[in-house]
């Protein structure tokens, strides 16, 4: 069934399709000139000294883990409550990933104390991620980072242009990623982008992107360089131009998108933060936020009135998510042991509702109605 009002909705129109002609005619379709214009916007935009464009937002995660230096035999701290690419980064060079709790169902991202109570000798670096663009307890993290010497990265995949007291997210770790999947604030189908400000991690991440190649095919056929070295063991994480010019036309309505966000977010907390049994995270966040999801936690509750709450909405024809199924739960990592009582509850007691731009005041009134009377009806 497709529903009425969906999860989220693409911000796309005649210009994306337009960009994407423009690359395809132009007889250069692989990583070259767009994507070097995308990594200056966002080195404009953000702030930042270095970008360098990736395939998507887990080949990012996994460079910052290599120019980080994480290897066998160590720890990295990361969250459950995200999606399971921000932990298998860790996984893919070796090391071992030490998940944190959350702050608590109002803030729903990794507590530093947590952090802190979780560091051994091998602890070697903190992932963090900002969920649904709503900053992490930065000052605190970085402050632990800085006494055990620890690297930070920032999965910022939630969170393009989201600030923290005034930083943009992604330029205060050492470096971070995001993505460009099409449900994200920048959408390319697929992409990613690794920033830092760090010209030794960068220019790491530049070979890694591309085999450890010394030099790029785009340098080949301009007559810029004939020929290359393989310098590091890299892997092909390249972005092609096709993309890279549709996402330069998304960046440049982004703000504008993200703007529009922060109101429809207002008219949601104007009535969710009215439902008794209800909590909205980062409900006290004042700062400029990319609101990519909307995640409401019911209290006092259970997975399975969850589920029939979720079921409800979706007769009424809205769509709903669950961000996330906590990652220390899977298969794959349960056998670590995490024991993560507010991880556990948020997941099991967790739904998205639609969140984009184009959602109009009677859309988030009806979504707002439905919701309340699933939550009042279904104990
Ligand atoms: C928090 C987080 N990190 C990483 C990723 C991976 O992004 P990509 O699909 O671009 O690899 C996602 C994707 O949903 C995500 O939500």
Known sequence: MAYKIPLFNLNFDDREAQAAYATIKSGWISTGPKNAELEQMFIDMWGVKYAVSMSNCTDALHVCCMVCGFGPGDEVICPSLTFAASCNCIRYVGATPVFADIVGADHINIDPKDI???????????????????????????????????????????????????????TIGDCASFSFFSNKNISTGEGGMFISNNEEMAAKARLIRSHGMSTMSY????????????????????????????????????????????TVRKLYLDRLTKIDGVVVPFADNTEFVSNYILPVVLLNSTKERRNKIRDFIHKAGIQTSVHYPAVHKFSIYKDLGAVLPKTDYVTDNEITLPMYAALTKEQISFICDTFEAAVKEIK
């Open 219 to 262: 340098q080949r056929a301009t007559g810029h360089a004939t020929e290359y070295d393989i310098t590091c063991l890299g892997y092909n994480f390249r972005m092609d131009d096709i993309r890279a010019s549709i996402a330069i036309e998304q960046l440049k309505k982004l703000k504008g998108d993200l703007e529009t966000r922060m």
């Open 116 to 170: 802190e109570r979780k560091i051994t000798s091998k602890t070697k670096g903190i992932v963090v991620v900002h969920m649904a663009g709503f900053p992490s307890q930065m000052d605190e993290i970085m402050a632990i980072a800085r006494k055990y010497n620890l690297k930070v990265v920032e999965d910022a995949c939630h969170g393009p242009l989201s600030e923290y007291k005034g930083k943009k997210l992604g």
